[in-house]
């Protein structure tokens, strides 16, 4: 019997693994998935290197190891070393989110790839001649880079519909001339078929799908096969960037402003950053693809730690959709008027119709309205949970909680006062689908958001009628945004664009810079020009001007000047400690206590400590949050803060206190 150390996923004092036994035959190799008992469980464990040791305890046996065996790769077990280390968070946590968890433990016939196999075949991406000026220019860099198996980061910075995949698709050609393999990450599983579909369609034939929803064997198939140098391509969500590879050659994170690549709960990974330092360690090329960039990867850029590749054009000299502002403020009433729709929205939606054109409309706001209030005594009906008010979902008869899930029946009476009369305030989509309804009877309208798509398929279907043009009008949060590429769209209006403006976080800017840019990029992709309308109350807001103009480098200098003041991400560097429990009291004193302490530790440091403070939403499911955050302008004064503070974050708790350690935050909500 031979003694070897595993991590395992639960929470350890100090140990990084358990130590335990193996039999002689089962030659433990290092990065080796096994089952191992761990009190009454049985849990998925990685094996870390042999144990020359004896403990003085009684030694526990491995459970079994599965078959094919899954093994961790040198190279991704230190890089998932070096997420632990970077994240503060424990190696066992990063390689229980890295790695799949084999279904069982059932002997049975390896499969080689998990999509269909071709014989090998060249792979023939679509001729270059057919891709523009711009796009060839940017190929020629990246097929070098591709070439030269030096690390090399990119930035390709295209506007909508400017055909970023297609640059993408050829660089992969060349990385598989070279027997390389490449990575595909996109930041949604919806977004992952139709790209691995323009790859097939190039006569990639060994490619793989993976991503949360597969079933753990699935996932462990695909693991494998990548391993084995079975694939020759992969799209994949957030997780897929811990994939093993043999020749891995390209990484291209599509979509790179996306607040999806960053992991919620720990370890709380960035999958765009991961990427870079896997690139930057395997000397292969990274590729960031945004047609609206994160401000971190454009100031990459401004300091030459990035390349630029600039796709300022849309494909086939396609016009960018014009936008027009309409000012809410000062609206036309009347019987006739619409209390959400200004006259040109309406008039445009008119027209759109009459020409048998598709528009989109777009409002990031779940549910009919945002709040229930009583006009007799004033209340505002809130969840007893949450630090928030319920929000009224009139098709169920419902206030639902968006935070915890709480349900309510929606009484015909205040709950406080008996009063009847009762006021929707605010408004959400639902809401614009009544009035639309409303103001075309005979429209063909669809609604895609979070509450429609509940069932299994149900997304694919609205979007699959849209396409065929079943529908007239597709109504939407976010899930309207995203990359989808409909050529009969001429129309998007914007129903309030500055929704998400002046919530408490530092990113609200650009998310909606963001948000409105790409939202605004579904229109005319096709044949014909497209047209958006901006809603808003504030016209002058310098956010809503450059996503109206379409340009996100003036939007970059004015955000970055006030960030650099703040010494803000990118200026900057954040860490948020979270501190949660039930009680308020407690988590109140346990972070002021905290609080003491770290202060003690930063002293004579380059940071900078804000707090104790409640989160702006101080309660979530009963939780009571508050939070420290630590600035500082250095990254190295960061990290060596937080290595000489972990014994302090890491120490005992009051029971039922929670302490979770946040670098590089995406959201302080
Ligand atoms: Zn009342
Ligand atoms: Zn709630």
């Known amino acids: 019997m031979a003694l070897v150390r595993v991590a395992v996923p ?159 698709l050829h660089a992969a050609a060349e990385a598989l001339r070279g027997s390389g393999q490449t990575l595909i990450l996109v930041p949604e599983i919806a977004l992952s078929p139709q790209t691995l579909d323009s790859f097939r369609r190039a006569g990639f034939g060994r490619v793989a799908l993976y991503h949360s929803t597969l079933r753990p064997r699935e996932r462990a198939d695909v693991w494998r096969a990548a391993a084995a140098g079975e694939l020759d391509l992969i799209v994949g969500t957030r997780s897929a960037v811990f994939l093993p590879f043999r020749n891995l050659r390209l990484i291209v994170v599509d979509e790179e402003q996306d607040s999806a690549y960053k992991q919620d709960d720990a370890p709380r990974y960035h999958a765009r950053d991961v990427a870079l330092v896997r690139a930057q360690r395997l000397g292969g090329v990274a590729v960031l693809a945004s047609a609206t960039p994160s401000l971190e990867t454009f100031a990459r850029v401004k300091q030459g730690r990035c390349g630029l590749l600039r796709l300022p054009r849309r494909i086939d000299g396609r016009p960018l ?92 009476t205040c709950a406080a006062c008996k009063a009847s009369n009762l006021w929707f305030g605010g408004v959400g989509i639902q809401r614009i689908e009544r009035e639309v309804t409303r103001l075309f009877p005979l429209a063909r309208i669809a609604r895609l958001d979070f509450d429609a798509t509940r069932k299994r398929g149900a997304a694919a279907s609205i979007l699959g009628d849209f396409r065929m043009g079943k529908t ?25 664009a500055d929704l998400q403006l002046y919530l408490p976080d530092f990113r609200a800017a650009e998310r909606t810079f963001q948000l409105l840019t790409q939202v605004a990029g579904r229109a005319g992709r096709g044949d014909r020009a497209g047209e958006v309308i901006l809603q808003t109350y504030d016209p002058d807001h310098p956010a809503l001007r450059c996503a109206a103009a379409q340009d996100f480098e003036m939007f ?111 959201h302080v909500l």
Not at 73 to 80: H, K, M, N
Request: hydrophobic share 40%; with cysteine.
């Open 10 to 168: 639960i929470p350890l004092a100090r140990e990084e693994a358990l130590v335990y036994e193996i039999p002689e035959e089962d030659t433990p190799e290092v990065g080796l998935r096994v089952l191992v008992p761990v009190g009454p469980r049985r849990v998925w464990g990685t094996v870390l290197g042999l144990e020359s040791k004896r403990p003085d305890f009684r030694v526990l046996k491995i459970s079994g190891i599965p078959e094919p065996r899954l093994v961790v790769t040198p190279e991704l077990l230190e890089l998932c070393r070096w997420v632990a280390d970077y994240y503060a968070a424990s190696l066992s946590d990063v390689l229980q989110a890295a790695v799949p968890s084999p279904g069982g433990l059932t002997r049975r016939a390896p499969r080689s790839a998990p999509e269909e196999e071709t014989a090998w075949l060249a792979v023939a991406p679509p001729v270059r001649e057919a891709l523009n000026e711009e796009q060839r220019a940017a190929l020629t860099v990246l097929e070098g880079a591709v070439r030269s198996r030096e690390f090399g980061a990119f930035l390709l910075f295209g506007v909508t519909g400017s055909g970023k995949t297609a640059v993408y």
């Open 321 to 412: 959709p014009t936008v027009r502002i309409t000012d809410l403020r000062h609206r036309a009433s009347g019987p006739e008027a619409s209390r959400f729709l200004g006259a040109p929205l309406v008039e445009a939606l008119a027209r759109t119709l009459e020409r048998r054109e598709q528009a989109i409309l777009f409002l990031n706001r779940r549910g009919h309205s945002t709040y229930l209030q009583c006009r007799g005594c004033g209340e505002v009906a809130r969840c007893d949970r949450c630090d928030v008010s319920y929000t009224v979902h009139l098709a169920d008869q419902t206030l639902l909680c968006h935070y915890c899930g709480a349900v309510r029946k929606l009484a015909p």
């Open 472 to 496: 007239d009008f597709l109504l939407g949060t976010q899930m309207v945004a995203k990359g989808f590429d409909f050529p009969m769209v001429t129309l998007v209006g914007i129903i309030v």
């Open 556 to 666: 970059y200098e004015q955000e970055a000047a006030e960030r650099r003041e703040l010494r803000y991400p990118p200026f900057g560097h954040l860490l948020e400690i979270e501190v949660r429990g039930v009680k308020r009291e407690r988590v109140i004193r346990e972070a002021g206590a905290l609080c003491d302490s770290l202060r003690s530790i930063a002293r004579g440091a380059d940071v900078e400590l804000l707090g104790p403070a409640p989160k702006p939403i101080a309660r979530i499911k009963g939780t009571e949050r508050w939070h420290i955050l630590i600035r500082s302008g250095s990254r190295s004064a960061m990290q060596s803060f937080l290595k000489r503070a972990l014994p302090a974050l890491h120490g005992k708790r009051t029971s039922g206190i929670h302490v979770a350690i946040d670098v590089d935050p995406r």
